[in-house]
């Protein structure tokens, strides 16, 4: 299923869910997750409809989706979702925008990494997982080597500089 082009229809979901649920038992499989599901109605039924909850949600971190700001304390509060996996976190609404604002460079020079690197360190302080989708070698590893091997530190004031650059309301 394309769970990306459009909300699949609940029944047609939740019956997906229930033959991936029985691999969950043979062990194929060892979580389950969701993509693309914004709707807080939607995947707080899934959630209690499934016997297996999902783990794992997929999202872009997009204007258009709201950043998920009030999706974001029922994944983890209320449903207990362990991963927020955010795609299109260079290429969507807030990549361009925010790798060429003043801001961002700013608090980028100052902790010595790209406006890219520092973006994806910021959906980490979120609670997401970016999902890199770079081809290129040295850019991975770049990536990495900032956000695992050397994670950023991150003030009060850097963090909220970035939410009032992305959405305000991003940071409490």
Known sequence: ??????????????RVWRVLENYVDQGVIRHLGIVSVHDKDYLTKLHKD????????????????GYDIKLRPVMFEELGIKADQ???????????????NDVVRGIAEKKGVSPQVLLY???????????IGTKR???MQEDVNALV??????EREDLLAMASVINKDLIQ
């Open 121 to 131: 360190s910021f959906t980490m302080e979120l609670g997401g997982t970016p999902l």
């Open 137 to 139: 070698v040295d850019h």
């Open 50 to 65: 499934a016997r297996i909850k999902p783990a794992i949600i997929q999202n872009r971190f997009h204007s258009n989706r």
């Open 149 to 154: 091997t050397h994670k950023l530190k991150w």
């Open 86 to 100: 955010l795609f299109w976190i260079l290429t969507g609404s807030s990549g361009g925008k925010v790798r060429n």
């Open 1 to 14: 299923h394309n769970f990306r082009a459009k909300l699949q229809p609940y029944e047609e979901t939740l």
